[in-house]
């Protein structure tokens, strides 16, 4: 498919190392000339700016900055930010997210392929409900990501439903976004719950929050809820604490994540068996006890 891709909303984040290689993993995956916007609630420090600087004097891709005077809030900087965007699909990436090759290209096509998408999550290694190789696990970020791409490019194409997106990278469409009114920042602090909180409000109009299959980005931990956020998400959404145990404990994805397992070993077999489950996502062993 050969579609306009959507904008890039990254939110700057006060790890001045993570930044730098966030900006470097997109730099290499992603199409010259996509938009890019670089918010910054005020987080970066001299190094971060440096790097941003430095970035944006070299960069292939279309990039913005903004940077606020003083912070406003997570919640609340996103939705003027996505509030910006008017009814465009935005792609919103973790500060310390490492998207690797196609992840944007794959995030929009399953947008085209399904009208009824709002929110398009990829795997990752700190998903939660679409961690990998092991769901719920913050796991090592995968050291051949070149060869995981290959491994996602044969996946089957399910898009199977999930509880809520997650903040490691999701594709939100815009349309959806603004029918279901946008992101609470009066009862939320962080994106993590927000986001949670939008997803369901879009679900509850028919929308769906599903899976990419074949699209992976990777992160360094997991996105935090903000003091009292999940107390409120509670009080709002009183079954979706026990969906969210539910599908981690039942794993429904479980032969789809395997089926990418399979695939990735496959894609690296005239190795020796031990690199290839380290290149795949290493398995636990003395050396990570």
């Given at each position: 498919?050969?579609?306009?891709?959507?904008?890039?909303?990254?939110?700057?984040?006060?790890?001045?190392a993570a930044l730098d290689a966030c900006l470097a993993a997109l730099e290499h995956s992603t199409p010259a000339g996509t938009p890019v916007w670089l918010a910054d609630d005020?987080?970066?420090?001299?190094?971060?700016?440096?790097?941003?600087?430095?970035?944006?004097?070299?960069?292939?891709?279309?990039?913005?900055?903004?940077?606020?005077?003083?912070?406003?809030?997570?919640?609340?900087?996103?939705?003027?930010?996505?509030?910006?965007?008017?009814?465009?699909?935005?792609?919103?990436?973790?500060?310390?997210?490492?998207?690797?090759?196609?992840?944007?290209?794959?995030?929009?096509?399953?947008?085209?392929?399904?009208?009824?998408?709002?929110?398009?999550?990829?795997?990752?290694?700190?998903?939660?409900?679409?961690?990998?190789?092991?769901?719920?696990?913050?796991?090592?970020?995968?050291?051949?990501?070149?060869?995981?791409?290959?491994?996602?490019?044969?996946?089957?194409?399910?898009?199977?439903?999930?509880?809520?997106?997650?903040?490691?990278?999701?594709?939100?469409?815009?349309?959806?976004?603004?029918?279901?009114?946008?992101?609470?920042?009066?009862?939320?602090?962080?994106?993590?719950?927000?986001?949670?909180?939008?997803?369901?409000?879009?679900?509850?109009?028919?929308?769906?929050?599903?899976?990419?299959?074949?699209?992976?980005?990777?992160?360094?931990?997991e996105g935090r809820p903000a003091d009292g956020d999940m107390e409120v998400l509670a009080?709002?959404?009183?079954?979706?604490?026990?969906?969210?145990?539910?599908?981690?404990?039942?794993?429904?994805?479980?032969?789809?994540?395997?089926?990418?397992?399979?695939?990735?070993?496959?894609?690296?077999?005239?190795?020796?068996?031990?690199?290839?489950?380290?290149?795949?996502?290493?398995?636990?062993?003395?050396?990570?006890?």
């Amino acid at each position: 498919m050969n579609m306009a891709l959507p904008v890039i909303l990254l939110p700057v984040g006060v790890d001045d190392a993570a930044l730098d290689a966030c900006l470097a993993a997109l730099e290499h995956s992603t199409p010259a000339g996509t938009p890019v916007w670089l918010a910054d609630d005020a987080q970066a420090g001299p190094r971060g700016q440096a790097v941003i600087e430095h970035w944006l004097a070299h960069t292939r891709l279309q990039a913005e900055y903004t940077r606020r005077p003083r912070a406003i809030g997570e919640a609340l900087h996103l939705e003027q930010m996505l509030h910006a965007c008017g009814d465009a699909d935005v792609a919103v990436l973790a500060p310390d997210a490492l998207p690797t090759s196609g992840w944007l290209q794959q995030l929009n096509e399953c947008f085209a392929r399904d009208a009824s998408i709002a929110t398009a999550t990829p795997w990752s290694n700190a998903g939660e409900v679409v961690s990998w190789p092991r769901a719920g696990e913050l796991n090592p970020v995968p050291r051949d990501l070149q060869r995981l791409s290959q491994a996602l490019a044969a996946m089957p194409l399910l898009h199977p439903e999930l509880p809520s997106a997650v903040t490691h990278a999701v594709l939100i469409r815009g349309n959806a976004r603004r029918r279901a009114g946008g992101l609470d920042v009066e009862s939320f602090g962080s994106w993590y719950a927000a986001l949670v909180d939008l997803s369901l409000r879009m679900s509850g109009l028919g929308w769906r929050n599903v899976l990419c299959d074949n699209a992976f980005v990777g992160r360094q931990d997991e996105g935090r809820p903000a003091d009292g956020d999940m107390e409120v998400l509670a009080t709002r959404w009183p079954t979706w604490t026990t969906r969210q145990a539910s599908f981690l404990m039942d794993d429904p994805l479980h032969v789809h994540r395997q089926q990418l397992q399979q695939l990735c070993e496959q894609a690296i077999m005239p190795q020796a068996q031990r690199d290839l489950f380290e290149a795949c996502g290493p398995l636990p062993g003395p050396e990570q006890a």
